[in-house]
């Protein structure tokens, strides 16, 4: 393993207040260790340079229940510097952008005076879709590199993070809009507060914020423990984010469930008050499960190195019968997965993933060589350790030909098993 025992002060800052309420009585469930970041992927060149590490602790606020980490690391660092992170490279993801915005198109009349603006638009898969339909647009998004491969496909970007004084600023410039959206983006942003007033200032008084982000009832159920890192501070149930957003005046009129990212929530989100059945009875079912109390952590990180001890007595078997492995998706939660669970290039040759500006780097910790998917095919490695699980329909289907002469995938959530 590298050396990874470095965390400078003045580069992070351990929280004692909740992020949403400002409770003290923060009460942590989960250590998962001093880690790298799980997005800083590592030049060949640097490979014996030590990485920035932090440490990963989770809690949860028994005030407004909402799950957090308390390590709170500079966005510089994590978003604006060579974020290898680009949305477009997943199908899947592309057409539930598409379906999204077609959903809205249907719900909303929308035309060339409307606007519909994305916090964290990325390289502009989902507002691509509004510029199609003649509708106009402006995505924020502090990554300067898919920043500009959004601005190449003709979805005008601003460069930058959004926060309260640039939501007054945008409100100022382009006018409020009908639609917000902002995807994966809520749990990244530290000033919790400061972002949902953001998105106050900028929704026009009948206007409506549609929000996604993974849902913390699969994540504690499947032991999704490896989407836990530096990036994601918050982690929602739907009464931690009723808390929230009725602080500044904003109501959370409709919520659905979806699939993706391991489940997560789309929340409808209204400066007035018309709360649908959908949360109502989502909220009681929280309270039913006392998803809202700390009590329904306690066992998580029993669990948690449950999954660790599988997966590594499965490896190390594997790999000591002279078996070879290789592993699929150099994502974020990769680097969590292989970081606390001790994997490295001692027991995984490499790890293909088809973003080709990730190719070519060395994922973060365990520096496994990040390979084109054809490498599978080339190498056909026994065993292929599925860390984009996320995406394994997706993936199993394209990598037919790799299964169909032998190959085989483990996936490691919610326990490991071999397909
Ligand atoms: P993926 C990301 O997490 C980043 P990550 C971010 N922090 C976030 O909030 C969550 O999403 C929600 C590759 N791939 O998307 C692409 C293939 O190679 O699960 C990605 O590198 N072939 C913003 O990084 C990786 O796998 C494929 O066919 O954990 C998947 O990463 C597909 C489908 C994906 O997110």
Redesign the pocket.
């Known amino acids: 393993m590298a050396d990874t025992m470095m965390r400078p002060e003045a580069l992070s800052k351990t929280e004692t207040a909740c992020r949403s309420c400002g409770s003290k009585a923060l009460t942590p469930f989960l250590d998962l260790g001093i880690t790298p970041l799980?997005?800083r992927l590592v030049r060949q060149n640097d490979k014996d340079t030590p990485e920035l590490s932090f440490p990963l602790v989770v809690a949860v606020c028994p005030d407004c229940s909402l799950v957090q980490i308390t390590e709170t690391v500079k966005p510089e660092i994590l978003f604006a510097d060579a974020y290898?992170?680009y949305?477009s490279?997943?199908?899947?993801?592309m057409a539930h952008s598409r379906d999204n915005v077609l959903a809205r198109l249907e719900e909303k009349p929308l035309g060339g005076d409307s606007l519909v603006i994305e916090l964290?638009s990325?390289d502009g898969y989902l507002l691509r879709n509004y510029v199609e339909a003649g509708v106009p647009v402006l995505g924020i998004d502090p990554a300067d590199g898919p920043a500009a491969a959004a601005e190449k496909i003709g979805v005008r970007t601003l460069n930058d993070f959004f926060t309260l004084d640039l939501a007054r600023k945008v409100r100022e410039e382009h006018g409020p809009a009908d639609i917000v959206h902002g995807n994966?983006?809520l749990?990244?942003v530290a000033d919790t507060n400061g972002f949902v007033e953001g998105i106050r200032t900028i929704l026009k008084p009948d206007g409506v914020a549609v929000i996604e982000m993974?849902y913390l009832r699969p994540l504690i159920e499947h032991v999704e423990f490896?989407?836990i890192?530096h990036?994601?501070l918050c982690y929602f149930s739907l009464t931690a984010l009723d808390h929230l957003f009725r602080r500044h005046g904003l109501y959370l009129n409709r919520v659905e469930q979806l699939a993706i990212?391991g489940g997560s929530l789309r929340v409808f989100v209204q400066p007035f008050e018309a709360v649908e059945d959908s949360v109502k009875t989502m909220l009681a079912d929280e309270k039913a499960i006392g998803l809202d109390s700390p009590a329904y952590f306690e066992g998580f990180s029993k669990r948690v190195e449950k999954l660790r001890t599988d997966l590594n007595l499965m490896i190390t078997d594997l790999h000591s019968k002279g078996y070879s492995i290789a592993a699929?998706?150099?994502?974020?939660?990769?680097a969590t997965m292989l970081n606390f669970c001790g994997l490295d290039t001692s027991q995984i040759d490499f790890v293909?993933?088809?973003?080709v500006n990730?190719q070519g780097w060395l994922m973060p910790g365990a520096h496994l060589p990040i390979r084109e998917?054809e490498a599978l095919i080339n190498e056909q490695p026994d065993y292929v350790l599925m860390?984009?699980w996320?995406?394994a329909d997706?993936?199993l289907a394209?990598q037919a030909e790799y299964r169909a002469a032998g190959g085989k995938f483990i996936i490691p959530v919610p326990s490991p098993r071999i397909v």
């Open positions: 799980a997005d290898p992170y949305s490279f997943s199908p899947a993801l964290a990325n994966n983006v749990a990244h993974p490896d989407t890192y990036e994601h990212h699929y998706g150099a994502a974020a939660k990769g293909v993933d088809r973003n990730k998917p860390l984009a996320n995406f997706e993936i394209q």
